[in-house]
């Protein structure tokens, strides 16, 4: 598919001077970054937190996970 970009002239010529250096036409680079840029986007999406977690029963009797306010307050009763 064709397209037309706007590319500013310093990076254009660096890009020209890479893609002939590595005898690529300037396409070829242009796709190449592009495959890492989107390569980089689908990594992050796809990250998930691993579980981490310590085992045991869950929360004290009498507390909820949405009231972590009384989470906190027990967590320091006993505390000077």
Do not use: C, N
């Not at 064709?2 to 660096?14: A, G, M, Q, W, Y």
């Amino acid at each position: 598919m064709k397209t037309s970009i706007e590319i500013s002239d310093p990076l254009l010529k660096r890009a020209r001077a890479l893609a002939a250096r590595d005898k690529r036409t300037l396409r070829d680079l242009v796709e190449a970054g592009l495959r890492l840029v989107i390569e980089r986007d689908d990594k992050r999406a796809g990250f998930q937190l691993r579980d981490a977690s310590v085992g045991g029963r869950g929360l004290r009797e009498g507390l909820r996970y949405d009231d972590w306010g009384k989470v906190l307050e027990m967590s320091y009763e006993g505390r000077t």
